[in-house]
């Protein structure tokens, strides 16, 4: 049903897809790290550029409209090497969705997302881009569990092993943490269930439907 509802809205407004939405993204966030690792050695300088973009409801009241969307741009760590090899991540789960699904589906996808995260911002206060692109980590998870990449350069370990533990470690932060966080993480989640809700119940009915009748033919 969603399929179709996706082809029909992108007979009309396929026009409108933003081709390489996640290179465009990665700029932005590979900029605003220069920058903030610049004002590290600026002394006159006492906030980063991040801050500037960062989710944040008060300064949104006060005009600053730009924060509503800006927030996606946050590069994802403040570490050199660490972010070098998330910012090859991202770019990489990003392209191989595009790729799967084509630029209006993938849009599609991550808008979800967008507007689920400044929907709890305006409830809550805190938005953040971190559950966002986990959501799509995920989808890569589901779509090729059998890609490989090396742990820490040299441990081979198939996606499917890191997603799984990523969705273990979703559900504990989910138990454990607080009311915006329980929101984020649902509304983080929402575009996996949309995308892949039917798939999964079904596979997992299929299972047990092949259990069910394998015990029935031992007896």
Sequence with gaps: ML?????KLERKFGRFAIPHLMSI???????IFCFDILTQFNPNMTNTV?????????????GQIWRVI??????????????????????LIG???????GSFKFNIYYLIGIIGTVIVGFCTG?????????????????LFP??????????????????????????????????????LLLVS?????????KDFFSGIYYRIRKWYYQQKRRK
């Design 126 to 142: 805190y938005a953040t881009n971190i559950y966002l692109n986990l959501s799509m980590f995920l989808a890569f998870a589901i």
């Design 50 to 62: 991040s801050s500037l973009f960062a989710f944040d409801l008060e300064q949104i009241k006060q």
């Design 189 to 197: 989640v929402l575009n996996l269930v949309l995308f892949f809700g």
């Design 70 to 91: 800006s927030f996606v741009f946050l590069p994802p760590a403040t570490s050199i090497l660490f972010a070098v090899f998330e910012f090859y991540f991202v770019w």
């Design 25 to 31: 993204i990665l700029v932005g966030m590979v900029v």
């Design 146 to 183: 059998e890609f490989e990449v090396y742990l820490f350069f040299f441990i081979p370990i198939k996606i499917k092993w890191i997603g799984l533990a990523d969705g273990i470690l979703l559900l504990v932060m989910f138990i454990a943490g607080g009311l915006e966080t329980k929101l």
């Design 3 to 7: 399929n179709q509802l996706l082809t």
């Design 95 to 101: 392209t191989a969705l595009e790729n799967q699904w």
